[in-house]
């Protein structure tokens, strides 16, 4: 079965290059890129 579509992720990775290139590899396209930051990201994301 080949994987149709991912939505809303959040991986946190030392590499995120690398990580993109393994992801683009199983054969998924990147949309787009963004930083987040301030208190909300502290919230929603773990180290």
Known sequence: MALKRMDNVGIVVDDL?????????????LEGRATIEGEWAGRVTRP
Do not use: A, T, V
């Open 17 to 29: 290059d690398g990580s993109i290139d393994f992801f683009q590899e199983l054969g998924l396209e």
